[in-house]
T-cell receptor, first 112, second 113 residues
Framework: QKEVEQNSGPLSVPEGAIASLNCTYS??????FFWYRQYSGKSPELIMF????GDKEDGRFTAQLNKASQYVSLLIRDSQPSDSATYLC????????????FGKGTKLSVKP | KAGVTQTPRYLIKTRGQQVTLSCSPI?????VSWYQQTPGQGLQFLFE???????NKGNFPGRFSGRQFSNSRSEMNVSTLELGDSALYLC????????????FGSGTQLSVL
């Protein structure tokens, strides 16, 4: 089982719709959870982070964390063509070999 | 405030050579981490440095090494290059550790021929 799994997509949604991106992780000791957005040919940039169970909202973005189910999601409301990018889920793992594990990303396409 | 600066932007090497990549973090950031990005494997964590010490390490062979200087600037070295080392190498910095927002540089695109 991969440590952080995402559906590779592409996920296609019409402009104005809600885009739902999902991520599962395998290590129950994972501590912090991130969503990075990466445009083609550019570096990743952080759009959301969440540390505890529940929802966290920032503008059009909502991150949801369920540690019992080992599941993180990102909702993008009122999707815009400028949201078209690859979304990377990332999870930090503590312990003696702490590191940051990325999923392979979900490619989102928002159609005008 | 200047962002994370990586040099060089592009590199072409041949198998068996070694390469050194450089990263200057955002001023005040003390944690510097390195990543390898390929189309097949995605973004993979290499290692993290803090106060000139390697604090965390990913699952890469010993040919991949790094160091951090007293001014938090970091270098990454890959020895005995293999074709599979062709990738985009990204550096990121943060104030303290990996459990907070990372700021990524533009990366160094390494091609091994």
């Amino acid at each position: 089982q991969k440590e952080v799994e995402q559906n590779s997509g592409p996920l296609s949604v019409p402009e104005g719709a809600i885009a739902s991106l999902n991520c599962t992780y395998s290590d129950r000791g994972s501590q912090s959870f991130f969503w990075y957005r990466q445009y083609s040919g550019k570096s990743p940039e952080l759009i959301m982070f969440i540390y505890s169970n529940g929802d966290k909202e920032d503008g059009r973005f909502t991150a949801q964390l369920n540690k019992a189910s080992q599941y993180v999601s990102l909702l993008i409301r009122d999707s815009q063509p400028s949201d078209s990018a690859t979304y990377l889920c990332a999870v930090t793992r503590g312990g003696s070999q702490g590191n940051l594990i990325f999923g392979k990303g979900t490619k989102l396409s928002v159609k005008p | 405030k200047a962002g994370v600066t990586q040099t060089p932007r592009y590199l072409i090497k041949t198998r068996g050579q070694q390469v050194t990549l450089s990263c200057s973090p955002i001023s005040g950031h003390r944690s510097v981490s390195w990543y390898q990005q390929t189309p097949g494997q995605g973004l993979q964590f290499l290692f993290e440095y803090f106060s000139e010490t390697q604090r965390n390490k990913g699952n890469f062979p010993g040919r991949f090494s790094g160091r951090q200087f007293s001014n938090s600037r970091s270098e990454m070295n890959v020895s005995t290059l293999e074709l599979g080392d062709s990738a985009l190498y990204l550096c990121a910095s943060s104030w303290r550790d990996l459990n907070e927002k990372l700021f990524f540089g533009s990366g160094t695109q390494l091609s091994v021929l």
